[in-house]
């Protein structure tokens, strides 16, 4: 079995995700928990974890009536305003809900890299540790730094670093990231979700283009700690579902089966404490 552990849905007419824009022709549609079904389910994907797209409250109970809908969004990554001076009931609140994972403020788009810091969040970040709530940093190599500080101020507080911190493959970015990504691994307990890259690796990556990135990560973070996803329909700017898999597969070829069902479903079940998978 395996699960997807990042993926979204949107609506357009919902008019809150800023980065969406028409000239994103590729994803620039509206997309449902079916249309990922239909992706995923031929690769044997039994279930998912749905994340949020957009910073507010208002698509984070979007995307949980999707998950009360579909039995296959085994887990949600919501929205919260961690600024807000009723953060806590905020947090707690959401918190009730089976389905809500974890948080993800939307650190890439945030003018200073240092901005998770700040001491006035710590009482939220407290809260998501409380309440078992995964922090997803969804972050670039100039945050990886602040992301080792978050950690070490926060022990409790379980963090997985979205799409291998977004290195610029495109680019040919080896330096920070590389040893940013090396210094989390073995001085935190942060997980590491192996999505994103062919997307950072520009429109129509050459077969392989992704492979010394993703194998940086998984000797970093080792087969236990790095979870599979697919980050669709945005990976669709770079290639297919099944392309990912495929790549994917081809990389973690060498491991044991054992090794290789983790990062393809047994992690992202422990680290998002997952309901059993439903295709249905």
Avoid at 23 to 35: E, G, K, Q, W
Avoid at 217 to 236: H, I, K, N
């Amino acid at each position: 079995m395996t699960i997807d552990a990042h993926f979204h849905c949107w609506q357009l007419a919902r008019g809150d995700y800023g980065w969406l824009r028409p000239a994103l022709a590729p994803i620039y549609r509206d997309v449902a928990v079916s249309d990922w079904q239909a992706q995923s389910v031929p690769h044997g994907v039994t279930g998912g974890v749905l994340v949020q797209a957009a910073p507010t409250e208002a698509e984070t109970a979007f995307l949980l009536a999707q998950a009360d809908a579909h039995p296959a969004v085994l887990g949600v990554v919501g929205w919260v305003d961690l600024a807000a001076p009723d953060a806590l009931a905020r947090i707690e609140k959401l918190a009730r809900h089976p389905r809500l994972k974890g948080l993800r403020p939307m650190l890439q788009d945030m003018a200073d890299p240092k901005w998770i810091l700040q001491p006035a969040l710590a009482p939220s970040l407290q809260a998501m540790a409380d309440n078992d709530l995964v922090f997803d940093a969804l972050v670039k190599p100039a945050h990886l730094a602040h992301i080792l500080t978050l950690a070490g101020r926060h022990p409790g507080l379980r963090i997985v670093i979205d799409h291998a911190g977004k290195p610029d493959i495109a680019a040919g970015q080896w330096q920070p990231w590389v040893d940013g990504m090396a210094r989390l691994a073995s001085r935190t307990g942060a997980c590491c979700k192996l999505s994103g890259l062919l997307t950072e690796a520009g429109p129509a990556p050459a077969p392989g283009a992704v492979q010394p990135w993703a194998a940086h990560v998984l000797a970093c973070f080792g087969a236990e700690r790095l979870a599979w996803g697919s980050d669709w329909p945005v990976l669709e700017l770079a290639g297919s579902y099944g392309q990912w898999f495929a790549e994917t597969r081809q990389l973690l070829a060498g491991l044991s089966p054992q090794a290789q069902s983790a990062v393809m479903d047994g992690n992202a079940r422990r680290l998002y404490r997952l309901p059993a998978a439903s295709a249905t």
